[in-house]
């Protein structure tokens, strides 16, 4: 493909203060030779929706959905003025959050949530190796934890139980764990040709590593499952380290050395947790970027969103940081440059403009609306 169609929804909340700077940073990008792309903003904030309609989305959201190359979106729901207990309750009619709908609605079986320290970005841990971090968190994103089935009986009673089903398929693990694997191989690649830097930490690990993460001492079966196939699949890798963390252990290790993970494989659920602290890890949630891929067809709509929410509590108040959506997109833009080089040299330059602005203003707390500029100064304002 030469011309992309691209779905841009800001969703709810800060999506809606991250994503115009998305748009204006895609337009520049365009100019002289760049990638060729149609945005169609999609207006689907989930609260509106949910109070007009009962709905989260547009009933006809996966025919909609279907027609675009991608989906570039910034937040999806928003509890509006409700309670906590409320806040937290989809409508009677969702059994998912709109999120996951389009996650398992499209297929898009990994999530894939690079965790880089960038000169600049927030740093919580002292060490200084910490600047060297430079992994890749793989998250199932189809099945496990996440399948929605179970259900409440006796609700209210005293002999109230709630179940919570979860499945993992022989299936679905083994081509995330081929997936996980390609990914180092292509990291050590990119690394070999100078293409991605050769941090300083590399030394305490080996150049190419896949780290499975599981809690196979408790939940068994799915975990000897993992473990069995992960053997299997690293078989066909001879040249990529690989070790098994328990998830309780890879949370403390991601704290007190993460420069030690390349690649890290996870379940739905372990995933979704490793990612929100790999993120903090390397600056926090206003730098962590993440996209949502089905790489065994490419014709499948794959999606682009930051790790971040809506966080209702910063909304309206210009303190989201759009760097995270910036990353964002400069992964879609890395997607299409699997068939696009226009696209790639359009994602290297919004990378380095987010990187450029970091280095410049270091930790500096700046209105996200001011970053925004200062960024887009730099591709082309
Ligand atoms: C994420 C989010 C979602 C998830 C929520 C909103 C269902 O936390 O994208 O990480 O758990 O996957
Ligand atoms: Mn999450």
Redesign the pocket.
């Known amino acids: 493909r030469t011309r992309w169609r691209i779905a841009v929804a800001p969703g709810d909340g800060v999506g809606r203060e991250v994503m115009p700077a998305a748009v204006t940073a895609l337009k520049y990008l365009m100019r002289d030779n760049g990638p060729q792309l149609e945005l169609t903003e999609l207006e689907w904030p989930a609260t509106a929706y949910h109070r007009d309609h009962g709905r989260m989305m547009p009933e006809e959201w996966r025919t909609r959905l279907a027609e675009f190359d991608a989906l570039l979106l910034g937040a999806l729901?928003d509890p509006g003025p409700s309670s906590d207990a409320e806040r937290y309750r989809l409508p009677d009619a969702v059994s998912l959050?709109p999120?996951?709908a389009i996650r398992q609605g499209f297929d898009q079986w990994v999530?894939e949530r690079p965790a880089i320290s960038l000169e600049g970005a927030p740093r919580y841990l002292a060490d200084k190796r910490a600047g060297a971090i430079d992994m890749l968190v793989i998250r199932e994103n189809s099945e496990g934890e996440?399948i929605g089935q179970g259900g409440r009986t006796a609700r209210g009673t005293g002999h109230e139980v709630a179940t919570q089903v979860e499945v993992f398929t022989r299936f679905a693990t083994e081509r995330l764990f081929r997936h996980a694997f390609e990914r180092a191989r292509q990291r050590s690649e990119e690394r070999a040709a100078g293409r991605r830097p050769l941090r300083f930490g590399v030394k305490e690990r080996a150049d190419a590593q896949v780290c499975l993460v599981t809690k196979r001492n408790a939940l068994r079966h799915w975990g000897e499952m993992y473990t069995e196939i992960f053997a299997e699949v690293a078989a066909e890798y001879p040249g990529i380290e690989t070790h098994h963390e328990l998830v309780d252990a890879a949370c403390m290790k991601f704290v007190t050395s993460p420069w030690r993970f390349d690649v890290v494989v996870a379940s739905?659920l372990q995933g979704?947790i490793l990612?929100?602290l790999a993120a903090v890890l390397c600056g926090g949630l206003g730098v962590a970027p993440?996209c949502n891929l089905n790489p065994s067809n490419r014709a499948a709509l794959p999606m682009f969103?930051p790790?971040h929410?809506s966080a209702p509590d910063i909304a309206g108040k210009d303190l989201a940081d759009p760097r995270a959506m910036l990353l964002t997109t400069a992964m879609m833009l890395d997607w299409m440059g699997e068939e696009d080089a226009s696209a790639s040299k359009a994602a290297g330059r919004l990378r380095r403009a987010v990187e450029a602005d970091l280095r410049e203003h270091q930790r500096e707390s700046r209105p996200g609306s001011a970053i925004a500029e200062s960024i887009l100064g730099r591709i082309g304002g």
């Open positions: 729901g959050a999120i996951l999530c996440y739905n979704d990612t929100d993440s969103e790790t929410g």
